[in-house]
């Protein structure tokens, strides 16, 4: 491997251990709220909603850590930090592993372009012929 396609690689892993930090950092904040809630994660709603996972507050000082419960209202949902940087994380590494897939599949037709130019004779070519008849004379 040459020492480009080494920092290209190298790019990429330290991007994806970025992203992965992301998502385990997101992670840890939901467990950190759910533990201090006695296993439930409190949603600060003005309607009530309370199932297994959930309860509602109207007070902040009714829950422990509330700046990390599903506090932020988007598409008709409740979401945390820790949801919102676990979904940033992950879109994150889709959308990277697109461009490198999209770069390998641009850089594979490259190539096989440039062994096109360097082998002109292909089997079948119509300058096959003429190799023949070098090879014979020689």
């Known amino acids: 491997m040459n ?3 080494y920092k290209k690689r190298e790019k990429y892993l ?3 251990i970025i992203f992965m930090t992301i998502i385990m950092i997101g992670m840890s904040l939901n467990f950190r709220v759910v533990a201090g809630n006695k296993g439930r994660m409190p949603v600060y709603a003005s ?3 309370d199932t297994d996972e959930h309860f509602t507050y109207q007070n902040k000082s009714e829950v ?3 700046f990390l419960s599903d506090i932020i209202y988007l598409f008709k ?3 945390s930090l820790g949801d919102m940087l676990m979904i940033g994380g992950v879109i994150s590494i889709i959308i990277l592993n697109g461009l490198v897939f999209y770069n390998f599949i641009r850089n594979t037709s ?3 372009k440039k062994k ?3 082998f002109p004779y292909k089997k079948g070519g119509k300058n096959r012929s ?3 008849v070098i090879t014979q004379n020689i």
């Open 3 to 5: 020492q480009k396609n």
């Open 14 to 16: 330290r991007l994806i």
């Open 47 to 49: 309607f009530y909603y």
């Open 64 to 66: 422990n850590y509330w």
């Open 77 to 79: 949902g409740y979401w």
């Open 110 to 112: 490259k190539e096989k």
């Open 116 to 118: 096109n130019k360097r």
């Open 130 to 132: 003429n190799l023949k």
